[in-house]
């Protein structure tokens, strides 16, 4: 390899660690979510806490009847 109309060439490297292109490539992709998945995952949430309460008022009035 040789240069062509160039005396000499002067370069400079320098190391960002994370930031290169290669380590920013190489992440695993983020997983991506609709604003509907994050509702019903929610509700989801929320109807296993009901069930659980009154699953335990049940289980406290049975016990006591």
Sequence with gaps: MTLRNTP???GCVIYTGHDTK???NNAKAKYKSSKI???TNLQVIY????DMLISAISAAFGAYW
């Design 37 to 39: 998945m994050k509702k």
């Design 8 to 10: 000499g060439v002067v």
């Design 22 to 24: 290669i380590q920013m």
């Design 47 to 50: 109807i296993f806490i009901a």
